[in-house]
């Protein structure tokens, strides 16, 4: 019963309709398989039996599989007259590449019954015309079951272009084509651009206006590599050497190899961009035997995205990347799921991997963030290796731990912003618990110089006493141990006391970890570092929203503290600081 349904399906039946005809007595009305069994009897794919049973439970023989396909693809008289059932049917299911190799007799295994209902939808269908002596007279004109009852076309050939991105410079495609065999077919827009290069058998619709539409592509069993630009050990136009499993292999590649960079075809200057690669992937293709003659190369750039609107992606410290700049921009999460531009997710990494004609650019954004405590730094002439706390080793290119070495302190606490492939694009110094505000009052250190402690006014409202851990990081810089040197250089300072103001501070087991105050240092970026902006509160032109003319500085609600002036802020009773979470105009 469930071959019967897999074959009326080959014939495009809603198998599980209902139906008033009934061949069988053993099928009845109400079984799962009645409307596919009675459509196949109908047009005698199936043979009524004198008992009329069906026994729709038995396990089908490869004999009585191959009858139903055979007939069902038209060959049946031609199998009657070839020796009849079984040897005739089995033989045109052979000759008509429907049997799997070696399968001839026995009971029919799931497995090849799935390889004889794929190759059967593939096979020729006949229309038979006439019987004349033992000669079968029929019409074959290129028709199969899926043109027949899917109108769904196949055919072999390269990929020579798909979406936006060829082979080579005077072929071309626009999004949602792809061109094979000197035909544009139309189709998905995200869909197939992996198969530049292959030999594939491609599938494809016809509508009622003739547009032909490639649905499903299956490539080659061709041997592909694919190599992270991270294992290269060297490579040149005739020579990949990468590292694999502690080993380092090679591959050769054809005198008329085909070079193609971010989707369009690298034609000049060609080893000057392979010693140049950053990362990502190198996948070595050949379109006709062994020798690989397709290189597809797609080489990421990294930027940490600070905010993202309807016609860019802006970088900390400048403009990234311009939607309108490229004809064709595709947008994807690390999980390889399509996304728009509104739902990259910021601060984040995005990964571009862009085409030098800006005909296309590929990005892939990561959310991906890790926190934890450095414990061991090393680096290798590509990378920076940290190991944290927890064991996990992250690495970040030697280009940026380079410019970055004061980031990087053993022992401090980090927010690491990582690409979809696990590398650290930038670091934000002040990690660990999240972030507060509060309006620091004092600060002293202990009569044996060994603690700090902090009278602040929390975003609460209320009055707390802070002791700083033995290991403080104030505007991106590590103290250890010593606690007059971090009053020394909070804003301020004369260098035994401090001067009220606001901070940002993080706490560990309820111990201040990290101060962030208005000063910018070296070690830090101003995104992510507090800052400081005076206003008179009568200077209406700033803080009345909406007005056309006038800066908007805060993002209402905003967090309001009051307090005294410096002079007063030691002696003023508690009432006198307070903090209020109404809008900027209310207050």
């Not at 269908?125 to 027949?148: C, I």
């Not at 309108?324 to 728009?340: P, R, S, T």
């Amino acid at each position: 019963a469930d071959f019967a349904v897999y074959t009326a399906a080959l014939a495009n039946q809603n198998v599980f309709e209902q139906n008033d005809i009934r061949y069988y007595k053993d099928v009845p009305m109400d079984h799962y398989a009645a409307k596919a069994v009675n459509y196949l009897a109908s047009i005698n794919v199936l043979t009524e039996n004198p008992e009329k049973r069906f026994r729709p439970d038995d396990i089908i023989t490869v004999s009585e599989a191959a009858k139903m396909l055979v007939s069902l693809t038209g060959y049946d008289e031609y199998a009657k007259n070839n020796g009849g059932y079984p040897t005739g049917y089995i033989n045109t299911a052979q000759a008509n590449g429907i049997l799997p190799k070696g399968v001839n007799s026995g009971e029919l295994t799931t497995k090849d019954g799935v390889v004889m209902l794929y190759n059967a939808l593939k096979s020729g269908y006949a229309e038979v015309t006439g019987v004349k002596g033992d000669f079968v007279v029929r019409e074959e004109d290129g028709e199969t079951l899926l043109s027949k009852y899917h109108d769904i076309y196949y055919d072999e050939g390269v990929v020579i272009s798909v979406n936006g991105r060829s082979l080579y410079e005077d072929v071309s495609t626009d999004a949602g084509e792809i061109y094979i065999n000197d035909t544009v077919y139309e189709c998905d827009k995200l869909k197939f651009s992996d198969m530049l290069g292959s030999k594939v058998t491609y599938y494809y619709k016809k509508d009622s206006s003739g547009a032909e539409e490639v649905i499903f592509i299956e490539e080659e069993k061709n041997e592909n590599i694919t190599i992270s630009i991270d294992s290269l050990y060297k490579f040149t136009k005739n020579r990949v050497e990468y590292h694999k499993n502690a080993r380092l292999l090679h591959e050769s590649l054809a005198d008329n190899a085909v070079y193609v960079y971010n989707g369009q075809p690298l034609l000049e200057d060609i080893q000057a961009v392979l010693d140049k690669l950053s990362f990502g992937e190198i996948t070595l293709k050949s379109r006709e035997g062994r020798v690989f003659d397709v290189v597809i190369i797609t080489d990421y750039e990294n930027i940490y995205s600070k905010s993202v609107t309807e016609e860019q992606i802006h970088n900390y410290g400048g403009r990234a990347l311009v939607v309108d700049d490229y004809d064709i921009l595709e947008i994807y999460n690390a999980d390889g799921e399509a996304i728009k531009l509104s739902e990259i997710k910021t601060p984040g990494v995005v990964s571009i991997a862009k085409s030098k004609n800006n005909k296309i650019a590929k990005i892939i954004a990561s959310d991906k963030t890790v926190k934890g405590t450095i414990t061991a730094l090393k680096t290798n002439d590509k990378y920076a290796f940290v190991t944290l706390s927890d064991g996990k080793e992250l690495k970040a290119p030697l280009s940026y731990y380079e410019a970055n070495k004061i980031k990087f302190n053993v022992s401090s606490t980090y927010k690491f912003y990582l690409d979809f492939s696990g590398n650290i694009v930038f670091s934000d110094v002040n990690a660990g618990e999240e972030a507060t505000v509060g309006y620091l009052i004092k600060a002293t250190v202990s009569e044996d110089d060994e603690v700090l402690r902090l009278k602040l006014m929390d975003n609460s409202g209320k009055m707390v006493s802070l002791d700083c851990s033995n290991r403080v990081v104030l505007d991106g810089v590590t103290y250890k141990y010593n606690p007059s040197e971090i009053i020394k250089n909070i804003p301020g300072s004369n260098g035994t006391s401090v001067v009220p103001q606001l901070i940002a501070y993080r706490l560990s087991d309820g111990k201040v970890t990290d101060i962030d105050t208005v000063e910018l240092t070296a070690g830090e970026s101003i995104e992510n570092s507090l800052q400081k902006k005076t206003i008179s509160l009568w200077d209406e032109g700033y803080i009345t929203k909406g007005r056309a003319g006038h800066n908007v500085l805060l993002t209402e609600p905003v967090k309001i503290f009051k307090v005294p002036s410096d002079s007063e802020v030691l002696t003023a009773p508690d009432y006198d600081f307070s903090v209020s979470d109404k809008t900027f105009t209310d207050s």
